[in-house]
């Protein structure tokens, strides 16, 4: 039975040192097959900041030092299945190679994520990661390679 009210759940937009977006191919459905963010829903109990973190490390074995908060998504046709709200991060990653676990059939860094058909509206969330990766300063990592 479906709860009265949304789900809450987050995604993780993750770059590596190449400018290179992490996705996963969906192994289940809404979208199986389709390129989405790792992400999954929030549990009793667990913040936002450490569900993005799990989720992403059972859907891609990738760990998240640092997580800046892209947006959050609330359109109730965002999810087909029912009204979902997202929590959105940016991660920025170097020297990490993803393997798909959990709910992912597959990840893998893909050059121009953009040009990609994505699940969800990830697309706007893309948008708004590079938007936001674009005005705010690099880490420090990041700044040192420059």
């Not at 039975?1 to 009210?5: G, I, K, L, S, T």
């Not at 790792?38 to 973190?53: M, V, Y």
């Not at 800046?68 to 109730?76: A, E, K, Q």
């Not at 965002?78 to 920025?92: C, E, F, G, K």
């Given at each position: 039975?479906?709860?009265?009210?949304p789900?809450?759940?987050?995604?993780?937009?993750?770059?590596?040192?190449?400018?290179?977006?992490?996705?996963?191919?969906?192994?289940?459905?809404?979208?199986r097959g389709?390129y989405?963010f790792?992400?999954?829903?929030?549990?009793?109990?667990?913040?936002?900041?450490?569900?993005?973190?799990r989720?992403?490390?059972?859907?891609t074995g990738?760990?998240a030092?640092n997580l800046?908060?892209?947006?959050?998504?609330?359109?109730?046709k965002?999810?087909?299945?029912?009204?979902?709200?997202?929590?959105?991060?940016?991660?920025?990653v170097?020297?990490q190679?993803?393997?798909a676990?959990?709910d992912?059939a597959?990840?893998?860094?893909?050059?121009?994520a953009?040009?990609?058909?994505?699940?969800f509206?990830h697309?706007?969330?893309?948008?708004?990661a590079?938007?936001l990766?674009d005005v705010l300063?690099?880490?420090?990592e990041?700044?040192r390679?420059q």
């Open positions: 039975m479906e709860p009265d009210r789900w809450i759940s987050t995604d993780c937009v993750v770059i590596d040192d190449r400018e290179r977006v992490l996705l996963i191919r969906r192994k289940n459905d809404p979208f389709d989405a790792p992400g999954g829903f929030i549990e009793t109990g667990e913040t936002a900041e450490n569900c993005a973190r989720e992403l490390m059972e859907e990738i760990v030092d800046r908060l892209i947006g959050v998504y609330s359109d109730p965002r999810d087909p299945r029912h009204h979902t709200i997202t929590i959105a991060y940016l991660v920025s170097h020297g190679t993803p393997t676990g959990d992912a597959a990840a893998e860094f893909v050059e121009d953009t040009k990609q058909k994505l699940a509206d697309d706007v969330i893309l948008r708004d590079l938007r990766r300063p690099r880490s420090r990041g700044a390679k």
